[in-house]
């Protein structure tokens, strides 16, 4: 079935750094791709998405392109802020169904 | 304003007592799933209902119990059986998909049980 690896946390930044935590993931199909992410003490929010090959989901200054030849979803954000410290998830649809797998999570850090 | 609710966020039951835990969604979704989530883990399903009066197991479905009696609802018992139930329990609802389409899960605030 479907799965997905997501780089080990913490990612520990100062503020205004640059952001990437990498999501790779196997898929039979073309599964729908997400981004969660989790503040400390609440459920998931969903950050942004992409449905096809080559799509782009932004949202709040971060972005995420599809790419099928590389099976990543690599989560970028140019200038993180104290406010992005949270747990981020990376999950892409599981074969032919509507139900999501989920990575591990990366907890990011941010300093100022 | 249309959301998902869970209740209570924290809950404390001594071990051998079956417990309930309330989900409610207001979004019209015909989609709704629990999970358990352990520290520093991810997510891992419980149970998921795509329509009204049917459900099917996930991947760690032994020791819980659902049902799904009304669209807006979706409340999952942790019995006995259940080795390890002290967890953070996360519920969600999805529209239905289309054949082109994958819905985004919305998600509930969570409740976190322990036992002991």
């Known amino acids: 079935g479907n799965s997905v690896t997501q780089m080990e946390g913490p990612v520990t930044l100062s503020e205004e750094a640059f952001l990437t935590i990498n999501c790779t993931y196997t898929a039979t199909g073309y599964p729908s791709l997400f981004w969660y992410v989790q503040y400390p003490g609440e459920g998931l929010q969903l950050l942004l998405k992409a449905t096809k090959a080559d799509d782009k989901g932004s949202n709040k200054g971060f972005e995420a392109t599809y790419r099928k030849e590389t099976t990543s979803f690599h989560l970028e954000k140019g200038s993180v802020q104290v406010s992005d410290s949270a747990v981020y998830f990376c999950?892409?649809?599981?074969?032919?169904?509507?139900?999501?797998?989920f990575g591990t999570g990366t907890r990011l850090q941010v300093f100022p | 304003d249309g959301g998902i609710t869970q209740s209570p966020k924290y809950l404390f039951r001594k071990e051998g007592q079956n417990v309930t835990l309330s989900c409610e969604q207001n979004?019209?979704?015909?989609?709704m799933y629990w999970y358990r989530q352990d520290p520093g883990q991810g997510l891992r399903l419980i149970y998921y209902s795509q329509i009204v009066n049917d459900f099917q197991k996930g991947d760690i479905a032994e020791g819980y119990s659902v049902s799904r009696e009304k669209k807006e609802s979706f409340p999952l018992t942790v019995t006995s059986a259940q080795k390890n139930p002290t967890a953070f329990y996360l519920c969600?609802?999805?529209?239905?998909?289309?054949?082109?389409?994958?819905?985004?899960?919305?998600f509930g605030p969570g409740t976190r049980l322990t036992v002991t």
């Open positions: 979004l019209n979704h015909d989609a």
């Open positions: 999950a892409p649809t599981s074969y032919n169904t509507d139900k999501l797998i």
């Open positions: 969600a609802s999805s529209a239905t998909p289309s054949t082109w389409a994958s819905y985004e899960q919305y």
